[in-house]
Nanobody, 115 residues
Framework: VQLVESGGGLVQPGGSLRPSCAAS????????MGWYRQAPGNECELVSG???????YYADSVKRRFTVSRDNAMNTLYLQMNSLKTEDTAMYYC???????????WGQGTQVTVS
């Protein structure tokens, strides 16, 4: 199993980013997927998740600003992040699982910095 994130970066408050996660080594379209984030000194937080049947979860802190999606043909998970705030600064991790089931695989993370 491999999860490879990309698309993080440095953006000003109010800006947008769209991290993606390329998945391989398992049946992506049958898997629930999620995004966690961790800022220095903070606990890891489940930001969003999408199940294999399209059920979606968002943390209250990102509702109406972030949009999770998946492309099963490309085995890729996305997180469209709009209206970014300084408090969104964190390392963002792609996981297999995260909603309805415990996560079992993590990517290496992509850094998002809002400043």
């Amino acid at each position: 199993v491999q999860l490879v994130e990309s698309g993080g970066g440095l953006v000003q408050p109010g800006g947008s980013l769209r991290p993606s996660c390329a998945a391989s080594g398992f049946t992506f379209d049958e898997s629930n997927m999620g995004w966690y984030r961790q800022a220095p000194g903070n606990e890891c937080e489940l930001v969003s998740g999408i199940s294999s049947d399209g059920t979606i979860y968002y943390a209250d802190s990102v509702k109406r600003r972030f949009t999770v999606s998946r492309d099963n043909a490309m085995n890729t998970l996305y997180l469209q992040m709009n209206s970014l705030k300084t408090e969104d600064t964190a390392m963002y991790y792609c996981v297999r699982g995260g909603i309805f089931i415990e996560e079992d695989y993590w990517g290496q993370g992509t850094q998002v910095t809002v400043s």
